[in-house]
């Protein structure tokens, strides 16, 4: 199995144009299809149509010019397409696709939408509306044909301005309804580009310690609306359960959002933040090693002991750790199912896999998802 941080590591080495080989399959034309768009659409470029029938389907790029094009026929007998030929390099003209800083150009080329310009991610978190805007649906509905089960929603306001994304991957979220721990950590994260989109993301944790994506989403800023919008979201394809448990922050829109959506679930929150604020707030010695050895012991008699020391030492942290709800922090005391999953690591660690991509705009972004998520899973499935 891979760790979170070997894969952070590969991470910045991958590239998509890798990921499509020559003899490659695919289960049906719609599928194949949709891979190619996406590629399209996250590297900026068309493709013509050449042929498309039962057999074939051959593509090149519209430039006349470049090379890269892709041949693929149907096998006898079987939905199946097979890559007979692909050409993965450009050799259009890069001046043809549109780089950050050459705006006034670019409008006028027909090769205009910009996904890795600046201006796009303006566009796709704040809202200017532009004719880039509908490619975000149309990514979506790519996505949701290449996988089956994959629920996604996006919502603009009155002007057309971005507001909210959400994508839950199918193949995620059978995996983890057939076998994976009902525990879901989520947490929010600032996106890196300079405008205030915040990235929420749940993820799970599979038998073997291995971070296990649960969906994602995308918010103008996060907010009492936004994080209800996600958690509802996130409703519709995991839900409310006396069985499922949530760690999260212990303050923040989130928790409140969650309270209001998930109602029956149990709901902790992250020991290691609890224990930051011990730090913060009380400075004398020892009092936080007794608080995280509260938080981890089994039985309730040794529990009582030792909070009942922790207050002694300091009534004001025994009233805050109080005011937190000891049933939400102090293992021994939970009322669900929490296992041993303590803090809100795993979604921390998705977050930094995603360091870089946090800078992209928005379909790079959400495509760098679903490429990690791919090769996690493709990587997984060939260990077992
Ligand atoms: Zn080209």
Known sequence: MISAKEDVHKMSKFSVLNVVKKGQLFENKTLLKATFEICAMKHNFHYEVIKTDRQLWYVRCEDNECNWCVRAECLQDSEYFIIKKYVG??????????????????????KTIAWDAREYAVNAVRGI???????????????????????????????????YLFIAFGQSLRGFNRVIRRVIVVDGTFLKNKYKGVLLVATAVDGNSNLYPLPIGVV???????????????NIVIADDHHLAFILDRHGTIAKALETVYPTAKHGICIHHLLNNVVTYYHGKGLVGLVAKASKVYRIAEFEKIFANVCNISPAIGKYLR????QKWARCQFSGYRYDIRTTNPAESINSALRSPREYPIIPLLDSIREMLTRWFYNRKKKI
């Open 89 to 110: 390099e450009h050799t259009c003209a890069p001046s043809n696709k549109t780089k950050p800083g050459r705006t006034a150009s670019a409008t006028a080329s027909a």
């Open 129 to 163: 509306p532009e004719r880039s805007y509908g490619k975000i649906p149309k990514y979506l509905h790519m996505l949701r044909e290449a996988n089956p089960g994959t629920h996604s929603s996006y919502e603009i306001d009155s002007k057309g301005r971005f507001r």
């Open 220 to 234: 103008d800023s996060e907010n009492e609306n936004s994080c209800e919008w996600f958690m509802r979201q996130l």
């Open 323 to 326: 005011d937190a709800e000891v």
